[in-house]
């Protein structure tokens, strides 16, 4: 008589993000989007900072599929060229974030005590700050380095996921194998690394796809304003700057770049959502 096989929790959490229609159709959404940013600028027989000042506001074309801007410069090329940057920016400035507040919460919330509550009061006080004037103020200290900007947002936008670690290790730091793992004479590190953080992994993974909008709505904000992404190089917020200027004359500017970024950003919430309702462990199987 054959044994009836037990699933993992990790296969039923990827079952019902392959159930969430949503979910999946963003994923791959975001993959198309990727796989073009990642492929358009090699595909285009334009350089995204290829001036033609004879093919000036040139609307959409088969020589130009989203058209031209005011220099002349071939907006597929440059859109293209601007989602690997604002992506990148998304993804490394995320990766910093979690870096700083998955151990700053691990730390805070395995200490406890004096040393918890002055490490969470640290947070609190940057929590009052505005944070696109701290990141304002970083780039005017630093200089516009474009790495600096990966480290500038990525510099304010631990403080949540610091906040959640924190929350998530009081709750398990008294757990039995946490015990057992001091009984056993680990170190604290180990025990932080090795048996807390894989047990955070959920969270984690959930937080990060939810923050990389966040962070590029960042980047686009302050590209707005000027601080962002230096010319020639481009980014969707650069762009949809750039595009707001002259959307009376020639709205393709602002159509083709501001939809990119729109559905990128839809894509990643909905894929945020699909793997918050598939890690949830109420829904986990006893």
Known sequence: MSTPTSSSLGKDAWDRLLANKMAMASLILLLLISILCM?????SSHSFDQQNLDEVFQSPSFAHPFGTDNLGR?????????GRISLMVGLLATLVSLLIGVTYGMVSGYAGGRLDAWMMRFVDVLYSLPFIIFVILLMVLFGRNFLLLFLAIGA????????ITR???????RAEFIEAARALGYSH????????????????????????????????ALSFLGLGVQAPMSSWGSLIQEGAEKMDAAPWLLLFPGSFFCLTLFALNFIGDGLRDA??????KN
């Open 39 to 43: 492929l358009g600028p090699v595909l």
């Open 189 to 220: 590190s180990r025990i932080l690394f090795r048996h807390l953080l894989p047990n955070l992994i959920g969270p984690i993974i959930i937080y990060a796809t939810l923050t990389v909008p966040a962070v590029m709505l960042l980047e686009a």
């Open 167 to 173: 929350a998530q290790t009081l709750s398990l730091k």
């Open 74 to 82: 071939d907006l597929f090329a440059r859109t293209t060229y601007g």
């Open 156 to 163: 304010v936008e631990w403080l949540t996921m610091a906040r």
């Open 279 to 284: 890690l949830d462990p109420k829904h986990s």
